[in-house]
C-alpha cells in the first residue's frame, strides 16, 4: 500500500513537471482590487468577507473596506464571492486580462428592515496593528482531523507543546497555557487549561479560518493573552441561503483514525429573519506507531456537536450558540513506571520496554482521561444612532474531567481525580466613530469562576472574580495608522484545602488573593507602497499566576509527573515590542517580524533533576518558579510564484529566552525551524480543478542552548522531515468535491520534538497519510452575474 501512494506520488511530480517545463512563461503577478460599499447610500462596508473560490483565498476588508488579492494568472477567471451581514451575497466572474483589474461592488440590502443590521459598518476596530496570521483556504482544508495545537504548527511563530501523540496545545513565540487565550467562535475557552496534557476543547471542524494574534493582546482581551489569542472563527451565518452544507470524511493511517464531520445551515422565513447551523463531529483512533514500533494506550474518541440560532429584526441582531465537547484520550503506558530505577532506565533506553508497546488497537485502558466541555452564549448587537454598535454577551461553560491512574495491586475503583469548573462570563463592547478616521472599542468584561475537584489532592477548590474596563482607537489618515489602548483588571481569588494536603484531618484553609494591574498598547502602521506596510506596537501586558503554580502538589498523571506549586508566587508583568513590514503583491510575497519580550517574575516548571517514587509508581518532579526573562525572536516568510504552475515558500523562526539571572537559556522553548514549500500546480480540466502538489521539508534544530545538567534527558538531535501533500476539486455535475492526500513524515524518519513530554520515553508518529474528501449538501456552482 505505501509503495502504491509513493509511486502515485512520483507520477504526480513527473506530470507537473511536464506541465511546468512548458508553463514558465505564464504571468501570475496580476492583482484583482477594490472596494466594498451599500448600493444605496455608497456608505463603505468595513467588516465584508471576500472569497476566490478557485484558490481558496479569503479575507475580510479593512477599515477603508478595501480589498485586493494578488498572485493571479493571466487568461484565467476567478470567482469573486462577497458577503456581508444583512445583505444580499454576490458572485462575479473575473477573467484576468491585465496586471491591476479594479472591481469595486455595490452591495444590495435583503430588505428595507434587514438593511438597518448593518453590525460593522458603523464604527469599530476590524483588525489590530498587532502582527497577525491566519489558517483558512487550502491550508486551513489540509488540516483538517488535525488537533488545533497540530493545525497552528505550520503558521512561523507557532509551535505545540505535546503529551504523547494525542494531546497538543498551541505556543506562540515560546509562550503557552495560560499566557494564550483562545477564543472559541467569540467565547474566551475556559476549562483546566493550566495542565500541558490539558488539550483545549474546541473541535476545529467549526472553523471557517482561524486567526492567530502574535504578541501581547491584554488590552482587547484580557489580562491571560500576555502571548498571544487564536480566534477560533465559523463562517458568517447565511441569512439569504436555503439549505445547504457540507459532509467532512477523513481517514488516517498512522492510528487508524477515521472522523466524519457534518454541518447543515439555512435560513427561515420570507424575510430570511431566522437562521440555524448544525454541526457535529465523531472521531476514533487507535494506537500511534512511531517508524518503529506502536505507542500502547494512545488511542482516542471524540464526540461533538454545536448549533447555531441567529435571528434578525429591524435594528437587533440577536445570535444563540451551544456546544458539546467529549473525548476519551489514553495516556502513555510508559509513562508511569513503578520504581526510579526503571523510570532512569526508561529515560536512557531508545525504545520504551516490549510491555509498553502494541499492535493498532482501539483498546484504551488505563491512564486515561474523559473530558467533557459545554458551552451557551448568546450574543446581541444593536446600532446606536450613527455612532456604532453595542454589543451584549453571556456565556456560560462548564468542563468536566475524570483522570484515571494506574491503579497498582487493586481492582478498577473509578476515577481517582475530578475536576468540575463552571465558569460564567460577560461583556458590554461598543464599537464606535468618533471622527470619521478615528474609530475604536470601549467595553466592561467579567468573568466568575468555581471549581471543585473529587478525589486526590492535586490543586484545591477555588472561586475567582475577574472584571477589566477596556478603551482601545484607531486612528487612520492617508498612510499612517495609529493605535492606542488602555484597560485596568483586577482578579479576586480564594482557595480552599487542608494546611496539609496529604492529610484528611488536617485544619482547613482559605488564602484569599487579590491582583490588579493596568495594560497599555501603542501601535503604529504606515503604507510605505502600495502593497508595502510597516507595523509596530509596544505594549505592556501583565497576568497572575494560575491556581496550579500556586498550589498545585501531586502527580500530574497526564504528564506523567510530579508537580509542585509555590503560593508566594507574584504577578508576571511584561513589556513587548514587535515590529515587521509585509509585502503582499508581485511575483515575490512575504513578512518578517522581529519581537523582544521582557517578562518579570516569569512563572514556568522547572525540572527538579531528581524523581520522586510514590505510591502510584515514580515521576520526574517539577517545581514553578519564578525569574527575570526576556524573549527575543523573529519570524519569516517568503513566498515566490515563478509562473501559474510553480511557487515556492520558505519559513523560518527562531526564539531565545534567557534567565537574567544566572543568563541561562529556558527549559521547554521551541528549537529553531525552518521549512521549504514546493508547490507545483496541473493545468484545469472541465472536471478536475484547482489540482497541485505540496512538498515541504521541515526542519527542527536541536535545542543546544539548554544544558544537559538542565533537564532529565539530552535535548533532542535535530531532524529533517518530508511531507507531501496533493488537493483537487472534482466537478460532478453542478457539485464540487474536494479531495486531498497528505502524506506526513513521508520518509519515515525517527525523531523527538523537544517540547513532547514523553520525549523522555518514545519517538514521534512515523508515516502517516491522510486521506480527505469534502461532500457538499445543496451547494452548486458558481453562476455568472
Known amino acids: 500500500m505505501v509503495n502504491f501512494f509513493l509511486k502515485i506520488g512520483l507520477v504526480c511530480i513527473i506530470i507537473v513537471a511536464h506541465a511546468y517545463s512548458y508553463a514558465w512563461a505564464q504571468n501570475c503577478n496580476n492583482l484583482i482590487f477594490g472596494t466594498i460599499k451599500d448600493a444605496k447610500t ?14 481558496g483565498a479569503f479575507l475580510v476588508v479593512d477599515d477603508d473596506s478595501h480589498y485586493h488579492f494578488n498572485q493571479l494568472c493571466n487568461g484565467n477567471t476567478y470567482t469573486l464571492q462577497i458577503n456581508f451581514l444583512g445583505y444580499q451575497q454576490k458572485e462575479i466572474l473575473v477573467q484576468i486580462k491585465k496586471t491591476a483589474t479594479e472591481i469595486n461592488v455595490l452591495l444590495n440590502p435583503l430588505n428595507s428592515q434587514l438593511a438597518e443590521v448593518n453590525v460593522q459598518a458603523k464604527g469599530g ?3 489590530l496593528l498587532q502582527t497577525q496570521s491566519q489558517l483558512k483556504g487550502k491550508e486551513l482544508e489540509l488540516s483538517r482531523g488535525l488537533s488545533l495545537g497540530e493545525a497552528l504548527k505550520t503558521i512561523p511563530g507557532l509551535s505545540a507543546i505535546q503529551t504523547g501523540p494525542t494531546i497538543s496545545k498551541p505556543v506562540i513565540h515560546g509562550l503557552h497555557a495560560n499566557r494564550i487565550l483562545i477564543y472559541n467562535n467569540g467565547v474566551r475557552l475556559e476549562g483546566q487549561q493550566w495542565g500541558s496534557e490539558h488539550a483545549p476543547e474546541i473541535d476545529p471542524f467549526i472553523a471557517n479560518q482561524i486567526t492567530v494574534v502574535k504578541g501581547a493582546a491584554s488590552v482587547l482581551y484580557g489580562s491571560d493573552a500576555m502571548g498571544g489569542v ?27 483514525q477515521g472522523a466524519v464531520a457534518t454541518m447543515l445551515e439555512s435560513a427561515v422565513g420570507k424575510n430570511a429573519n431566522f437562521c440555524w447551523r448544525l454541526q457535529t463531529t465523531y472521531k476514533i483512533a487507535g494506537n500511534a506507531k512511531t517508524p518503529n514500533y506502536y505507542i500502547k494506550n494512545t488511542g482516542f474518541n471524540e464526540r461533538n456537536a454545536a448549533l447555531t440560532l441567529g435571528y434578525r429584526q429591524n435594528k437587533l441582531n440577536t445570535e444563540l450558540f451551544a456546544s458539546t465537547f467529549n473525548t476519551k484520550l489514553g495516556i502513555f503506558t510508559g509513562a508511569h513506571i513503578g520504581s526510579i530505577t526503571d523510570l532512569l532506565n526508561a529515560i536512557d533506553n531508545e525504545k520504551p520496554d516490549p510491555s509498553n508497546q502494541s499492535n493498532l488497537n482501539y483498546k484504551i485502558g488505563r491512564p486515561y482521561q474523559n473530558v467533557s466541555h459545554n458551552l451557551i452564549k448568546l450574543k446581541i448587537n444593536y446600532p446606536v444612532g450613527d455612532f456604532g454598535i453595542l454589543h451584549a454577551q453571556y456565556s456560560n461553560q462548564q468542563n468536566n474531567r475524570e483522570e484515571y ?11 481517582q481525580l475530578k475536576f468540575d469548573l463552571n465558569t460564567q462570563n460577560a461583556e458590554l463592547i461598543l464599537d464606535h466613530t468618533i471622527y470619521k478616521n478615528l474609530q475604536g472599542k470601549v467595553g466592561l468584561q467579567g468573568m466568575f469562576q468555581q471549581n471543585y475537584y473529587d478525589g486526590r489532592y492535586l490543586i484545591p477548590f477555588f472561586t475567582s472574580y475577574n472584571g477589566g474596563i477596556f478603551l482601545i482607537e484607531k486612528y487612520t489618515k492617508n498612510k499612517l495608522s495609529l493605535e492606542g489602548g488602555l484597560r485596568y483588571d483586577n482578579k479576586y481569588m480564594q482557595a480552599r484545602l487542608r494546611q496539609n494536603v496529604l492529610d484528611d ?17 501603542f501601535g503604529t502602521g504606515y503604507q510605505i507602497l502600495p502593497h508595502l506596510k510597516w507595523t509596530s506596537t509596544l505594549a505592556k501586558a501583565w497576568r497572575p499566576p494560575a491556581i496550579n503554580e500556586l498550589f ?7 504528564s506523567g509527573s510530579f508537580e509542585k506549586g509555590d503560593k508566594n508566587l507574584s504577578e508576571e508583568s511584561s513589556i513587548n515590542f514587535t515590529s515587521g513590514l509585509t509585502k503582499t503583491n508581485g511575483k515575490l510575497t512575504g513578512e518578517i517580524s522581529a519581537y523582544i519580550n521582557h517578562i518579570n517574575n516569569y512563572i514556568y516548571l522547572k525540572p527538579d533533576l531528581k524523581p520522586v517514587l510514590t505510591v502510584r509508581g515514580a515521576f520526574p518532579s517539577f517545581t514553578y518558579v519564578q525569574v527575570n526573562a526576556r524573549f527575543t525572536g523573529a519570524d519569516f516568510l517568503t513566498q515566490y510564484q515563478f509562473n501559474k504552475f510553480f511557487k515556492t515558500s520558505v519559513k523560518y523562526s527562531f526564539v531565545r529566552a534567557y534567565n537574567l539571572a544566572n543568563n541561562n537559556h529556558l527549559e521547554f522553548i521551541p528549537p529553531d525551524k525552518a521549512s521549504l514549500i514546493i508547490q507545483a500546480s496541473l493545468n484545469d480540466s472541465k472536471k478536475i480543478k484547482n489540482t497541485s502538489i505540496d512538498i515541504t521539508i521541515n526542519h527542527f534544530a536541536k535545542q543546544w542552548r539548554v544544558k544537559r545538567e538542565q533537564d532529565y534527558a539530552p535535548t533532542p538531535n535535530a531532524a529533517t522531515v518530508l511531507n507531501i501533500d496533493l488537493s483537487s476539486q472534482l ?8 479531495l486531498s492526500l497528505s502524506c506526513i513524515n513521508a520518509l519515515n524518519t525517527p525523531y523527538r520534538d523537544y517540547l513532547n513530554r514523553f520525549r523522555y520515553y518514545a519517538d514521534e508518529t512515523g508515516r502517516n497519510f491522510i486521506l480527505r474528501l469534502q461532500i457538499p449538501i445543496g451547494k452548486g456552482l458558481p453562476s455568472k452575474i
Open 405 to 415: 491512574d494506574v491503579v497498582r495491586g487493586s481492582a478498577d475503583k473509578g476515577y
Open 731 to 738: 466537478i460532478l455535475g453542478k457539485n464540487s468535491f474536494n
Open 42 to 55: 455608497k456608505e463603505i462596508l468595513p467588516g465584508a468577507s471576500v472569497a476566490i473560490k478557485e484558490i
Open 552 to 558: 498545585s502538589f501531586g502527580v500530574h498523571h497526564g
Open 125 to 127: 476596530i476590524n483588525k
Open 505 to 521: 484531618n488536617s485544619p482547613e484553609i482559605q488564602p484569599q488573593f487579590n491582583f490588579d494591574q493596568v495594560s497599555a498598547t
Open 230 to 256: 487564536v480566534l477560533v472563527e465559523p463562517s458568517a451565518l447565511a441569512f439569504n441561503k436555503k439549505l445547504t452544507g457540507q459532509v467532512n470524511l477523513v481517514a488516517i493511517s498512522n492510528n487508524g
